[in-house]
């Protein structure tokens, strides 16, 4: 069946005929999983909760290797852009889809970019 993904109607990707399942050729690339591929999906957006033995560890290891990275790769980012886009991230189309709302969660604004200021001239 055609699903609706937001506001836009996706063609069935397989259809029956006379019994035997078709996979729909037309349109497959950006019919099958792009749909899905968002931000949602981004761990640094949307990151797992940790248990309490293991939050200080993961924090550690984020701000050593992946906040230098992060701040290179996008000198303008701030944490507040950041969790802004996190926060517009907690449904997906409307719907609930299991948006990590958990304390000790490793999130790449508020451990790597100072608040309302741009990493070049943010923390370190």
Known sequence: ?????????????????????????SGLRE??????????????LNPSGYAFN?????????????CPEWRSLYPTLSATALADRSKALELWYGQD??????????????TCFAVGVPALQGNS
Not at 101 to 106: A, P, Q
């Open 31 to 44: 019919n099958l999983l792009r749909p899905f591929m968002t931000d949602h999906l981004n761990e640094a």
């Open 97 to 110: 889809y299991g948006y990590t709302k958990k304390d000790r969660s490793v999130r790449i604004g508020e």
């Open 54 to 66: 293991l939050f200080p560890s993961v924090r550690r290891i984020v701000k050593k290797y992946a």
């Open 1 to 25: 069946q055609p699903v609706a993904i937001g506001d836009k109607m996706r063609p069935a990707i397989v259809t029956l005929k006379d019994g035997i399942w078709e996979v729909e050729n």
